[in-house]
């Protein structure tokens, strides 16, 4: 079992550009929530995919949106990149009803310069 | 508001002592996460509980629901165990999501 998988481990881009970070969850998992972590700060929750729906969101505006794939993976999209956007993005996956279960990835390091 | 809060922010200790770190959180939770991160950020979840204690090698979680508190002790600190470790809430029930602590870093000197 792979575990929980994310694509690219780094990143760097330039501010307005836009950036699509990805995610597989572990086999037998079905939700999928992305967090974004600072430097220096724990994660904070973007929103979470289930049934390829956002099923809950986190206080980040529109220019963070995502999608969840018939298999389960999942893509994170930032639109407009400021430079405050610069962070570890992270996926984290449980199964429906094991929410406090959540198996995470190894992140995704973002630089906006 | 959620929230989930960490002591100490920093801890530095030497090998073989016991350590101990401490998470207060807000009411509304279901279940609490102990995770730790290396650097390069990869996060390890180390335990989930809800109530009582859980032990895992080195590793002792406790939980006090009433007193909204949780703590996790380990026991003969090794260099290797120098990490960020964080609690996190979950808020919402089984629709929930994971309200995170700022984290503790901990230094184990050999």
């Known amino acids: 079992d792979a575990g929980v998988t994310q694509s690219p481990t780094h990143l760097i881009k330039t501010r307005g550009q836009q950036v699509t970070l990805r995610c597989s969850p572990k086999?037998?998992?079905?939700?999928v929530s992305w967090y974004q972590q600072a430097l220096g700060q724990g994660p904070q929750f973007i929103f979470q995919?289930?049934?390829?729906?956002?099923?809950q969101r986190g206080n980040f505006p529109d220019r963070f949106s995502g999608h969840q794939f018939p298999n389960y993976s999942s893509e994170l999209n930032v639109n407009a990149l400021l430079l405050g956007d610069s962070a570890l993005y992270l996926c984290?996956?449980?199964?429906?009803?094991?929410?406090?279960?959540?198996?995470f990835g190894p992140g995704t390091r973002l630089t906006v310069t | 508001k959620n929230e989930v809060e960490q002591s100490p922010q920093n801890l530095t200790a030497q090998e073989g002592e016991f350590i101990t770190i401490n998470c207060s959180y807000s009411?509304?939770?279901?279940?609490l996460h102990w995770l730790q991160q290396h650097p390069g950020g990869g996060i390890v979840s180390l335990f989930m509980?809800?109530?009582g204690k859980k032990k895992h090698g080195r590793l002792i979680a406790t939980i006090n629901i009433q007193e909204k508190h949780s703590s996790l002790h380990i026991t003969a600190s090794h260099p290797r165990d120098s990490a960020v470790y964080i609690c996190?809430?979950?808020?919402?029930?089984?629709?929930?999501?994971?309200?995170f602590g700022k984290g503790t870093k901990l230094s184990v000197k050999p």
């Open positions: 509980l809800s109530s």
């Open positions: 009411v509304g939770i279901s279940a």
């Open positions: 984290a996956s449980s199964a429906q009803g094991h929410l406090y279960e959540q198996y």
């Open positions: 995919y289930y049934e390829e729906e956002e099923r």
């Open positions: 086999s037998g998992h079905d939700t």
């Open positions: 996190a809430g979950l808020y919402g029930g089984s629709q929930g999501n994971l309200i």
